[in-house]
């Protein structure tokens, strides 16, 4: 098992190394600086600017002292917001996304995994039809039609909640539902086909045969094996919410990363955008690290040494 | 039989045994035909695709109104005997918008879906064929490129290098062939161990004529299968950029920019919203049901899931 952790910990890392090159180059090559929207710079101003934050050295070393600050934690200064740095700028966003990020997940697993049990269990009733239409219905209709109709119909005419913002309890609701619902949609299939397998072996005949309820054998002993396809989805699930709440949180107007990151690529705010970058892998790689060690504790049968 | 109506029909569907007697000759591709039209909803869904399809190709052609054409006078519309779906406020005829914009959104779908199948049927092919260490090693880089945020990486591209339609397709596609080189390389592994293949090595024919002539033919279905469900996939994308306002341009259309469009302004033009909300999602669920169908007909294993 330790072996396991580290030789994904170590292809994590060398995933993580390539992102932040390809990043870093990626924005030095394009067209346009950070400083070109800005009018009236001259050309004095410019160097002094270029010369402070480090853009005047050959490229090779900025790379290089990007690389021995970010060993030390440290994501640079902010080109487009004087006197802030990266870090602070992440640090004050982050909880946002964070919070929204868990809402949903735990949205789409309560709602994905409660569908698709009832579906497996009650195969082929309405209860399955219906869960399972809603399956493809939350596959095929994308959060940001979703999202404003919901914004539309139970803000703006029902007025229950508010049509954006990020202040009250209730403005949580809107978004973590919008953003989990379309998880939930392939959560539920996962589970129905995971459990329809596992509800034909033996050891749940044997459950049933002792006596056991039949709600007992579908939580006790069932579930544990019919939900490790939905935890192999975990990771892309993840990664998913997180992008996915670029779009939720432009629709609700909620002051998160995914907003920032947008803006920060418009203004060509290099450090700020290789730091979100930087943060998105890291919570992804460290997020599939963790999916992979829960599927390996789940199921003996997947093979470690990988 | 009846299962046929829900998504996911039980396995007992797809060892469907054929109506028509063998010594009429039902070729592979026949049966496969044949078990389509039997599910409901995916036979539905190719209809409405092909219904959807001609109309975005033929209807920007019969209609009055140009996609970019303002009517400033007239301003936002609801839907009305002149304008059937509206009007936005330009005063551009909503219907208009849609059906062109449809051809924008199907063009990117199905051109990114290529660049895709392009590189995950090379790249799997390989892998698959030639095994071991080269194998080891590609299929590693394939696990290492799942896990990075790609959707992230798109949009600093086409935040970079200009919102080129050209690059947009070409970044799509460069971000959804790692599925389809996992599957095809699985059954490549397969499909090379079979007798057929060790007499046409027998025979002396080059690798490149092996896997192109030989391999790739008989695992046609499974890539059918898959390209069918990576449009949606892709259009999905392509309208999540348009909608951040990093895809296609307005004066252009497509579906994501009228979505963008219309939940601007829905609060007072409810139509700008609805209308492209469901054409749009629509076309994804009839595709995702028709790729559903098509892996029931064609008896592929369930790869995706």
């Known amino acids: 098992m330790l072996r396991f952790i580290t030789s994904r910990f170590l292809q994590s890392l060398v995933a993580l190394f390539l992102v932040i090159s390809a990043t870093f180059f990626m924005v030095r090559f394009v067209p346009g600086g950070p400083f070109t929207a800005e009018k009236a710079v001259t050309p004095e101003i410019l160097r002094n600017l270029e010369a402070h934050y480090g853009l005047d050295k050959p490229l090779w070393r900025q790379y290089l002292d990007y690389l021995g600050s970010l060993a030390q934690g440290d994501l640079g200064p902010s080109f487009k917001y004087p006197n802030r740095t990266v870090n602070e700028i992440l640090l004050d966003k982050l909880p946002v996304s964070a919070e929204l990020g868990l809402l949903s997940l735990g949205v789409a697993l309560v709602l994905g995994i409660t569908l698709g049990t009832i579906a497996a269990v009650r195969r082929n009733s309405w209860a399955d039809y219906m869960a399972s239409s809603f399956g493809m219905i939350g596959i095929s209709v994308p959060t940001f039609v979703v999202g404003p109709l919901l914004v539309l119909v139970a803000a703006i005419h029902l007025g229950w909640f508010n049509a954006s913002g990020w202040y009250t309890p209730m403005d949580r609701v809107l978004p973590a539902l919008v953003l989990g619902i379309a998880y939930a949609a392939p959560i539920s299939r996962l589970t129905r086909g995971g459990m329809l397998e596992v509800l034909h072996q033996d050891f749940i005949r044997t459950a049933r045969a002792k006596g056991a309820s039949e709600f007992r054998v579908v939580t006790r002993h069932a579930l544990r094996g019919g939900l490790l396809p939905v935890v192999s989805y975990l990771g892309p699930a993840v990664a998913g919410i997180l992008t996915g709440s670029f779009v939720i949180e432009t629709i609700f107007q909620i002051p998160g990363i995914g907003r920032e990151f947008v803006n920060s690529a418009f203004n060509r705010d290099y450090t700020l955008v290789l730091g979100t970058v930087i943060l998105y892998a890291v919570l992804i790689m460290a997020l599939n690290l963790v999916v992979d060690v829960v599927q390996a504790w789940m199921n003996p049968k997947v093979r470690l040494d990988a | 039989m009846n299962a046929a109506s829900s998504p996911n029909p039980p396995l007992d569907a797809r060892a469907t045994p054929l109506a028509e007697p063998l010594e009429k000759g039902n070729s592979l591709w026949h049966d496969a035909w044949l078990r389509l039209r039997k599910n409901k909803l995916a036979y539905f869904g190719l209809w409405t695709v092909g219904i959807i399809t001609i109309a975005c190709v033929v209807g920007p052609f019969l209609s009055p109104y140009g996609y970019e054409e303002q009517d400033l006078d007239l301003g936002a519309a609801g839907p009305n005997a002149k304008h059937w779906l509206g009007t936005d406020t330009l005063g551009r005829d909503l219907l208009v918008r849609l059906l062109f914009g449809g051809r924008v959104s199907l063009a990117v779908g199905l051109a990114a879906t290529f660049v895709a199948l392009t590189i995950g049927v090379v790249y799997g092919a390989v892998a698959g064929f030639f095994g071991g260490k080269r194998d080891a090693f590609m299929m590693r880089a394939v696990d290492i490129m799942y896990s990075l945020p790609f959707p992230i990486f798109v949009i600093l591209l086409m935040v970079f290098f200009g919102r080129n339609i050209i690059l947009l397709f070409v970044a799509i596609g460069a971000v959804e062939w790692l599925t389809m080189a996992r599957i095809v390389r699985s059954q490549v592994m397969a499909v090379k161990k079979m007798e057929f293949i060790e007499a046409a090595r027998s025979l002396g024919f080059g690798r490149r004529r092996i896997i192109f002539r030989h391999i790739l033919p008989n695992i046609l279905g499974p890539i059918i299968v898959y390209t069918t469900l990576t449009i949606p996939a892709v259009m999905l994308l392509e309208a999540f950029l348009s909608f951040l306002g990093l895809g296609v341009q ?53 790869s995706k899931d």
């Not at chain 2, 979505?259 to 409810?270: L, P, T």
């Not at chain 2, 609805?274 to 892996?295: A, E, I, K």
């Open chain 2, 250 to 302: 307005p004066p252009m259309s497509s579906w994501g920019v009228l979505i963008k469009d219309g939940a601007e302004k829905m609060e007072e033009f409810w139509w700008l919203l609805v209308f492209p909300g469901f054409t749009f999602s629509l076309t994804l669920f009839s595709l995702n049901f028709l790729g559903d169908g098509l892996r029931d007909a064609l008896d592929v294993r369930s």
